[in-house]
């Protein structure tokens, strides 16, 4: 168990620019969330996969951030046209199915829109 | 919806025993789970309450009351490495069993 893996830690971004982040999850896990996080508050849920299947999004979640598990594997979350008010900790998580299975978070991506 | 309640900011001594509160109200409820989070690091996986009453894990307990939405972290045995944030976070039942955050309570521990 390697547990989820995040990249980049961190990333600086000018206004209007296009990001990408992408998550492994643990192998054996079949769902994939993404959360954000900024200081001061909790994990505020984006969007979450079920294998290759986006099965619910955030009514929060903008038409400028999209999401890929293109073979239920590792994900990609995008955010075009970023704005200062994007800039936080993105997080992915990844579970198993069962109903008592907990989340297990990745360091998370810090994003900083200058 | 879900809406969890639970203090901002906490503060205890090295050595003493600190209960971090949570309140929650959901229109269906399969459990409750509690995460530490270190500055700058990920939520850490600490417990995950279904039924009602007291698991202990070494120095912490949680406990939960699922009629009265409620639930405690008991800290025992403070030590410097615990100043963290504690999440708690609520997971409905049915569906996608996403779970909801509360805002995190952080707990500093000092000599």
């Known amino acids: 168990d390697t547990g989820v893996s995040q990249n980049p830690r961190h990333k600086i971004t000018k206004r209007g620019q296009n990001v990408t982040f992408r998550c492994d999850p643990i192998?054996?896990?079949?769902?994939l969330y993404w959360y954000r996080q900024t200081l001061g508050q909790g994990p505020e849920f984006l969007t979450y996969?079920?294998?290759?299947?986006?099965?619910?999004k955030s009514r929060l979640l903008s038409d400028r951030f999209s999401a890929e598990r293109p073979k239920g594997s590792f994900s990609t979350l995008e955010i075009q046209r970023t704005e200062q008010g994007d800039s936080a900790m993105y997080l992915c998580?990844?579970?198993?199915?069962?109903?008592?299975?907990?989340?297990?978070f990745g360091n998370g991506t810090r994003l900083t829109v200058t | 919806g879900q809406n969890i309640d639970q203090p901002t900011e906490m503060t205890a001594t090295e050595g003493a025993i600190v209960q971090i509160n949570c309140t929650y109200q959901?229109?269906?409820?399969?459990?409750l789970f509690w995460y530490q989070q270190h500055a700058g690091e990920a939520p850490t996986f600490l417990s995950y309450?279904?039924?009602?009453g007291l698991e202990e894990k070494g120095r912490f307990s949680s406990f939960l009351s699922r009629s009265k939405g409620y639930s405690y972290l008991l800290l025992k045995e403070l030590q410097m490495k615990d100043s963290a944030s504690y999440l708690c976070?609520?997971?409905?039942?049915?569906?996608?069993?996403?779970?909801?955050f509360g805002r995190g309570t952080s707990l500093i521990v000092h000599p």
């Open positions: 959901t229109s269906g409820f399969n459990g």
């Open positions: 998580a990844s579970s198993l199915t069962s109903s008592d299975s907990p989340l297990h």
């Open positions: 309450n279904v039924l009602d």
């Open positions: 976070a609520v997971r409905p039942s049915g569906g996608s069993y996403i779970p909801t």
């Open positions: 996969f079920q294998n290759e299947a986006q099965l619910e």
């Open positions: 192998s054996e896990h079949n769902r």
